[in-house]
């Protein structure tokens, strides 16, 4: 992986791997990607398990904790997707 992450990550892009000559198929050809789990038509239907994932620090809420979770939001104005769309009114 860090030979993939060096080779993406050179100062000059014209030295990035998928600038060369080989093009974006460098990339599809890096031993990275030559794992028998790694799939281009799973990762292009979004399909594809993440190979690593952080632990959670805290449980997920379940159907149990979830009353206890709309608990702590009553009183709160109700956001909705025109108010995240306004976010930025008061920079104008």
């Known amino acids: 992986m860090v030979s993939l992450i060096t ?3 050179r100062s000059k892009p014209t030295e990035r791997i998928g600038c060369l000559s080989g093009g974006p198929s460098d990339v599809k ?3 990275f990607f030559d794992a028998e789990e790694f799939s281009w038509e799973k ?3 979004r399909a594809l ?3 690593l994932q952080p632990p959670t620090l805290e449980p997920r ?3 149990e904790t979830e009353g206890a979770l709309e608990d702590l939001t009553e009183g709160e104005p109700v956001r909705d997707a025109d ?3 306004k976010w930025d009114f008061a920079f104008n």
């Open 29 to 31: 050809r890096h031993t």
């Open 43 to 45: 990762l292009a239907a």
């Open 61 to 63: 809420p379940t159907a």
């Open 83 to 85: 108010d995240a769309a």
């Open 49 to 51: 398990e993440p190979p």
């Open 7 to 9: 080779a993406l990550l």
